[in-house]
Nanobody, 116 residues
């Protein structure tokens, strides 16, 4: 059974940095892509960043472009999200997802809080 686990969330001051990690287990193949979503209080879920296996291309939301970096780990079934110059507006629960054969599998999420 596919399992997605996020880690690395926490509290950081505005302007600081934080790194989130995602690990996927339960399958032997390679994923098509891995993504990070987030959902802030009172707001809808939004796509933050995606990294694609084929070519390693990435895509970012306009709100995080230039500040966040998504990358694959040594194992293709792992991914990290390096977050720099964090803002209070970045406060949200961050979710990692993996696309396998067109199906998305979600983690439980990790809380990121940025103080003023």
């Amino acid at each position: 059974q596919v399992q997605v686990v996020e880690s690395g969330g926490g509290l950081v001051q505005s302007g600081g940095s934080l790194t989130l990690s995602c690990a996927v287990s339960g399958f032997t193949g390679r994923s098509n892509s891995m993504s990070w979503y987030r959902q802030a209080p009172g707001k809808e879920r939004e796509l933050v960043a995606t990294v694609y296996t084929g070519g390693g291309s990435t895509k970012y939301s306009e709100s995080v472009k230039g500040r966040f970096t998504i990358s694959r780990g040594d194992t293709l079934n792992t991914a990290t999200l390096q977050m720099n110059t964090l803002r209070p507006e970045d406060t949200a629960v961050y979710y990692c997802t993996v696309d396998i054969w067109g199906n998305d599998y979600w983690g439980q999420g990790t809380q990121v809080s940025v103080s003023s």
